[in-house]
């Protein structure tokens, strides 16, 4: 029942898109946080959990002014209840930030969520590896977005 969970593909609410390098086509992408609620509902809230096996900070380079630019790479493990884990490397910047704080805690956070959805894809398509497929990444972007229930918004709305 887990294995065919894992194999379902991404709906389009759960895809974003954005700019691909310099211009680019659109890239597909789950945002940190659809991957935290994927992972808490198909393993459940305590069937999982993630830790940092290692934060490296690659590069900084300090302006006259103070101004940071530097790059983190993060090791991060995903360990499911019944001791199974994926690690996966992930990849933090920050550029022309002031002072060196604001800029290590924006490249260490981004670090430590790009590494975690990139471990978390290695369990299933549903955990985002399905984005890794160019056909199915074309046709997604094509999907129309299912609109919200109102059961939904009214959980939303105090």
Known sequence: ???ARLAKKLGPEYVSQRPGMGGGPKLSY?????AINLAND????????????????????VTDQNRVTLGITAI????????CFHEDVGYGTAEN?????????????????????????????????????????????KMKVPPVSSICVALLIP
């Open 97 to 141: 930030l002031r002072g060196r704080s604001a800029a290590l805690e924006k490249a260490q956070k981004e670090a430590v969520t790009d590494g975690l959805k990139r471990a978390l894809k290695h369990f299933g398509n549903v955990m985002g590896n399905c984005l890794y497929d160019k056909d199915y990444a074309a046709a997604v972007k």
């Open 42 to 61: 198909v393993f459940g809230f305590n069937g999982w959990s993630s830790s940092i096996i290692s934060l490296k900070t690659d590069y900084m380079d």
């Open 76 to 83: 991060i493990r995903v360990t499911l209840q019944d001791g």
């Open 30 to 34: 789950l945002e940190g946080w659809k």
């Open 1 to 3: 029942m887990m294995q």
